[in-house]
T-cell receptor, first 117, second 110 residues
Framework: NAGVMQNPRHLVRRRGQEARLRCSPM?????VYWYRQLPEEGLKFMVY????????ESGMPKERFSAEFPKEGPSILRIQQVVRGDSAAYFC???????????????FGPGTRLTVT | QKEVEQNSGPLSVPEGAIASLNCTYS??????FFWYRQYSGKSPELIMS????GDKEDGRFTAQLNKASQYVSLLIRDSQPSDSATYLC??????????FGQGTELSVKP
């Protein structure tokens, strides 16, 4: 399967714990995007990364959220000290290499459903 | 004004009919436009992309773009019950991120 992979598919955390969401892009893709979909709301952009670089983090909450895409391994979205409002579906998407600012089709992974109790 | 607006649903069409989904966007400098289909509980699936004015056809799907009117649409011909889903319009203003509309729920009745 050469699609975008995300794990875990479901994650339950208690308030105050940390959540780590992982994303491996499609083979040959080097751009990774994270989106969040709150219940009954649309998809909202969070962050755009290339290997070892954050290109655009304009959609990331200022506190508790961070993202990385290391030289080796998957991209990680980290949420520290989770609160109930963080409960949502988190989707990762990837696109092929190109210049930042070029527009390429983005392909989505299956998502991680985060539930904060 | 929302950055990307879609016609409110739900939209119900009989099987075999044409479903018409509409989307307007506010950033006149946007260059890339996409339609995604999302089944309940699943992730968005890319079904069409369009970059220049006019029509683009792919099977039963036709995307239409009018940059002067800041308008993009999706037509689904010969609608099938399996087309029942939420359709998301997405716009890339610049720099890679996608701005999504709220989605239009389509129901195709047998």
């Amino acid at each position: 399967n050469a699609g975008v992979m995300q794990n875990p598919r479901h994650l339950v955390r208690r308030r105050g714990q940390e959540a780590r969401l992982r994303c491996s892009p499609m083979k040959g893709h080097s751009h990774v995007y994270w989106y969040r979909q709150l219940p009954e709301e649309g998809l909202k952009f969070m962050v755009y990364l290339q290997k070892e670089n954050i290109i655009d983090e304009s959609g990331m909450p200022k506190e508790r959220f961070s993202a990385e895409f290391p030289k080796e391994g998957p991209s990680i979205l980290r949420i520290q000290q989770v609160v109930r409002g963080d409960s949502a579906a988190y989707f990762c998407a990837s696109s092929p290499p190109g210049l930042a600012g070029d527009s390429y089709e983005q392909y989505f992974g299956p998502g991680t459903r985060l539930t904060v109790t | 004004q929302k950055e990307v607006e879609q016609n409110s649903g739900p939209l119900s069409v009989p099987e075999g009919a044409i479903a018409s989904l509409n989307c307007t966007y506010s950033d006149r400098g946007s260059q890339s436009f996409f339609w995604y289909r999302q089944y309940s509980g699943k992730s968005p699936e890319l079904i069409m992309s369009i970059y220049s004015n006019g029509d683009k056809e792919d099977g039963r799907f036709t995307a239409q773009l009018n940059k002067a009117s800041q308008y993009v649409s999706l037509l689904i011909r010969d609608s099938q019950p399996s087309d029942s889903a939420t359709y998301l319009c997405a716009v890339n203003p610049q720099g890679g991120k996608l701005i999504f509309g709220q989605g239009t729920e389509l129901s195709v009745k047998p």
